[in-house]
């Protein structure tokens, strides 16, 4: 089992930027994939950040691309989503996901991949 706690989600205007954390606890000495996972109002779950357990290999939704940062500091149980030139359309329940993985750079993209979940961090974007 591992239990996710997100934080630093609020409120920016467009162009802003916040960063989440989101840490992680349970069984973590175990290898696994983290991702970012949001959900605007009316609209389904989507993937819009992942990260191997060995932090080599990165994903992004192309709606986030060259955006968005995921990063994670195993030593801390700790992923990362730095979110830079923040738009309206950015706004949404943002949660923190994980898998356990017998593969240490291998990304999950769907949000069917993920077994653990965070309790989500509200992120709004005011233009």
């Known amino acids: 089992q591992v239990q996710l706690v997100e934080s630093g989600g609020g409120l920016v205007q467009a162009g802003g930027s916040l960063r989440l954390s989101c840490a992680a606890s349970?069984?973590?000495?175990?290898?696994?994939?983290m991702g970012w996972v949001r959900q605007a109002p009316g609209k389904e779950r989507e993937v819009v950040a992942a990260i191997s357990w060995s932090g080599i290999m990165t994903y992004y939704a192309d709606s986030v691309k060259g955006r968005f940062t995921i990063s994670r500091d195993n030593a801390k149980n700790t992923v990362y989503l730095q979110m830079n030139s923040l738009k309206p359309e950015d706004t949404a329940v943002y949660y923190c996901?994980?898998?356990?993985?017998?593969?240490?750079?291998?990304?999950?993209?769907?949000?069917?991949?993920?077994?653990?979940w965070g309790q989500g961090t509200q992120v709004t974007v005011s233009s």
């Open positions: 349970g069984r973590t000495s175990s290898s696994v994939a």
């Open positions: 996901a994980a898998t356990f993985t017998r593969y240490n750079s291998y990304l999950y993209t769907t949000t069917k991949d993920y077994d653990y």
